[in-house]
């Protein structure tokens, strides 16, 4: 028997349900926040374990802290942050929503 998929979306809800195997699986997605981390320049961007050298997200559960941590390329300088990160230091962030942080690095 060939599995069929089925995606059915309710007040920001998603459940897939695969026919085949008569199994239910429902996630809520107001337990989940989403990182988007942009990378301008050479470095990097550590968050909870995560790292973006590019244009990246990431997701965590509702209301996690996450301390973001800008590292330069080798030449690289940090110069901030901007978006929801600000300052030139390390940035941190509650998830009690969607979030982006933004690092900018300049080649001296």
């Not at 089925?6 to 107001?30: C, E, K, R």
């Not at 961007?45 to 973006?52: E, F, K, L, P, T």
């Amino acid at each position: 028997m060939k599995t069929k998929y089925f995606l059915l979306f309710a007040v920001n809800v998603l459940f897939l349900i695969v026919t085949s195997n008569a199994v239910f699986a429902g996630t809520s997605d107001s337990d989940v926040r989403v990182l988007k981390v942009v990378v301008v320049g050479s470095g990097a961007v550590s968050a909870g374990g995560s790292r973006c050298a590019g244009h990246c997200s990431f997701q965590y559960s509702s209301e996690k802290t996450l301390i973001l941590k800008a590292v330069p390329a080798q030449g690289w300088t940090f110069v901030g942050w901007e978006d929801d990160c600000s300052g030139s230091g390390d940035c941190t962030l509650v998830m009690d929503e969607d979030k982006t942080a933004t690092a900018l690095f300049t080649y001296p």
